[in-house]
């Protein structure tokens, strides 16, 4: 009998039939986690370029369109005076403007410029964006034209929600914040 145990483990040593399958065993989740990882990454960087298409969408709206905010008191800077700087946002229902007061019809603009930005990246919300208009020394307050204002767009807290990355303790990518500034027109400005 102890003779059979010997000859059975020297023709199992031999034997290489299986080790295919453990092999394979072995490399199979290896694969199937480096795979996913690589489809978490491309999803990562596919957010993040939309979310920059986006704020340049959004600038670039926003310099077209009528104003958000009124900018009948946009003032260039001057000597020791800094100029008039007005940040608009949509905390809740209605748009706020600080600095300044937000135009007549700035909640429709302000759905536009969102419509417009939710194209590139479609989970953007109200609360991500902030936009500012801030007097330059382009143009003369005294002109019909008035001062040209350098508008920026902002996206503040956007994230990436992991798909796989909860299998090693990570639910989400926190973005820095993206920022897009361009020179605007003055047909707009010092109207009411």
Not at 24 to 39: E, Q, Y
Not at 93 to 101: E, I, K
Request: glycine share 8%.
């Amino acid at each position: 009998m102890f003779k059979t145990v010997i000859t059975f483990a020297k023709r199992f040593a031999r034997d290489e039939e299986g080790a295919f399958l453990i092999e394979f065993g072995i490399t199979f989740p290896v694969l199937i986690l480096l795979s996913f990882g690589l489809l978490e990454f491309s999803l990562v960087v596919f957010d993040y370029q939309r979310a920059a298409e986006a704020t340049r969408r959004g600038v670039r709206l926003a310099i077209i369109q009528p104003p958000i905010p009124n900018t009948t008191n946009l003032n260039p800077p001057e000597e020791g005076v800094p100029a008039t700087v007005i940040v608009c946002t949509k905390p809740a229902d209605t748009v706020t403007c600080d600095g300044g007061s937000p135009s007549a019809n700035a909640d429709d603009l302000w759905a536009a410029l969102m419509l417009e930005m939710q194209l590139a990246y479609p989970t953007l919300t109200d609360r991500n964006v902030v936009v500012t208009f801030e007097g330059t020394r382009v143009g003369d307050p005294a002109d019909v034209g008035g001062v040209f204002p350098l508008v920026t767009v902002e996206l503040k807290d956007v994230t990436h929600d992991m798909i796989v990355g909860h299998l090693i303790g990570v639910t989400s990518i926190s973005f820095p914040d993206f920022k897009a500034t361009v020179l605007g027109n003055g047909k707009w400005v010092n109207t009411a």
